[in-house]
């Protein structure tokens, strides 16, 4: 079992940025794929980024690539998601997932087994 607890959302205005954290419990969070979701009202909770289980492999939705970075510290079973030059567009709910059968990177929603609450997180004009 792995809980998964986020934070760093907030509001910020267009150009800004933030960085979300989630921490992970359990003992095997450094063999867990990770990845970060977002749903935004009225949508589908879409991919936004995915690690594996070392840092070594990244992927990003085509729409937050080059503006946003997800990394891990594994002494700290914290996974990052560092998001620069935000746009309104980015506005929605922050996920936090982790995939226990994947060593690489995981880019679909159902290869996740554990999720966190969520983090809002606002982007104003």
């Known amino acids: 079992q792995v809980q998964l607890v986020e934070s760093g959302g907030g509001l910020v205005q267009a150009g800004g940025s933030l960085r979300l954290s989630c921490v992970a419990s359990g003992r095997t969070f450094s063999r867990h794929a990770m990845g970060w979701f977002r749903e935004a009202p009225r949508k589908e909770r879409e991919f936004v980024a995915a690690l594996s289980w070392t840092g070594g492999m990244t992927d990003y939705a085509d729409s937050v690539k080059g503006r946003f970075t997800i990394s891990r510290d594994n002494a700290k079973n914290t996974v990052y998601l560092q998001m620069n030059n935000l746009k309104p567009e980015d506005t929605a709910v922050y996920y936090c997932?982790?995939?226990?059968?994947?060593?690489?990177?995981?880019?679909?929603?159902?290869?996740?087994?554990?999720w966190g609450q969520g983090t809002q997180v606002t982007v104003s004009s």
């Open positions: 997932a982790a995939d226990p059968d994947t060593m690489f990177t995981a880019t679909t929603r159902y290869q996740y087994d554990y």
